[in-house]
């Protein structure tokens, strides 16, 4: 018995020996809205993040949206990361939150192979996301934990086997997308499963995600940082269920200025509030819902009539479908609620960015 002990040991050592572990941090990040921010894993640069609020500082720290994508033979991928918060959250996946999840791409597409789930007592996980697989070189995308930060990220591979990292040469330009703790990705599954990654797929290109939890609040200097884009494809303002009326009136229309001034030409897309699933039995919540969508158009208005051009308005009554079923607590969107919103804007985005 004790000989049989040893020698599993060995075998497991042995395996664990066999990983070649390649350092995330040295490989281009896709999904910021600029290339220098102050750790690779977040989503601010040092000023804007200095500049801000303390809740925004805290988000900013989150890595939705962003991914890495590399080339491997390797029969088995695994992954190796150590988180920032080790936040729970009540009505999310830790998957969702803090793990990160693989696609490979495929002659019709990206598809999903398989997720990491983090290790629930510790900042740090490591995992096997999948092994066994046929022979051949693929391309994978790795997208990063949405409530989460991450400090430290390796893949890892098999012994023997091509690592290629793929690092942006020339960026098509981005959809560049800000909101609120729907947009950043609760209440998913997986991050993959976030609408701005679902739209990242579909449209074959990058999506910046800007989703600030409860805190997207027309803060100028996020204008400013979206504004610091290079050749952005389109903008998409979903801030609605975070803002009261007199927010929108007050803050709004400065905000897209900032923009326009920077991208004149750039398409603006508006996005009004989606019905929550409870309004249908409370009139005072179905009331509140409007007046915020009233005060969205009203700026809307003001500056096509101020002469701003490519503006465009998307109705929020459809984003979460008809039958209510698309939400975790009648707020935050399941994957259903996601893939319901990517489907509604897929057709308008795609239209923009050609």
């Avoid at 990058?206 to 609040?217: D, I, M, Q, R, T």
Wanted: glycine share 6%; hydrophobic share 40%; aromatic share 10%.
């Amino acid at each position: 018995m004790k000989k049989i002990f040893i020698l599993l040991l060995l075998s497991c050592t042995l395996s664990a020996q066999a990983q070649v572990w390649h350092d995330a941090t040295k490989m281009h990040v896709y999904g910021k809205a600029v290339e220098d921010t102050y750790a690779p894993f977040v989503r601010f640069p040092s000023d804007i993040n200095e500049a801000v609020r303390k809740d925004l500082q805290y988000l900013g720290v989150d890595a939705a949206g962003l991914y890495v994508q590399f080339r491997t033979d390797s029969p088995a991928i695994h992954v190796r990361w150590k988180s920032v918060k080790r936040i729970a959250l009540s009505h999310m996946s830790s998957v969702g939150s803090r793990g990160v999840d693989l696609y490979v791409r495929t002659d019709s597409g990206w598809r999903f192979v398989g997720s990491a789930r983090p290790a629930l007592d510790y900042l740090e996980t490591t995992r096997c996301i999948v092994k066994d697989m046929d022979p051949g070189y693929k391309e994978f995308r790795m997208y990063l934990s949405l409530y989460d930060g991450i400090e430290k990220l390796e893949i890892g591979t098999e012994t023997g086997f091509e690592f290629v990292p793929e690092n942006a040469v020339s960026r098509k330009a981005p959809v560049v997308m800000y909101g609120t703790s729907i947009l950043q990705g609760g209440c998913v599954s997986r991050p993959g499963m976030a609408f701005t990654n679902i739209l990242g797929r579909w449209l074959d290109r990058e999506v910046v995600n800007l989703g600030f939890s409860g805190n997207a609040l027309l803060d100028p200097e996020i204008a400013e940082l979206m504004a610091r884009v290079e050749n952005p494809a389109v903008f998409v303002l979903d801030n609605v269920p975070n803002d009261t009326p007199e927010m929108i009136l007050e803050r709004g229309e400065n905000f897209v200025r900032i923009l326009l001034s920077a991208h004149p030409s750039v398409p603006v897309v508006f996005v009004e509030q989606a019905p929550y699933s409870h309004d249908f039995v409370s009139s005072k919540s179905a009331e509140n819902v409007r007046k915020k969508n009233a005060a969205q158009r009203e700026v809307f208005e003001r500056l096509q009539a101020a002469g701003f051009k490519n503006l465009y308005y998307v109705s929020g009554d459809a984003l979460n479908g008809s039958d209510g079923e698309a939400t975790v607590d009648y707020v935050h969107t399941t994957d259903l609620g996601q893939t319901r919103y990517a489907e509604l804007m897929f057709p308008l985005l795609k239209q923009l960015v050609r």
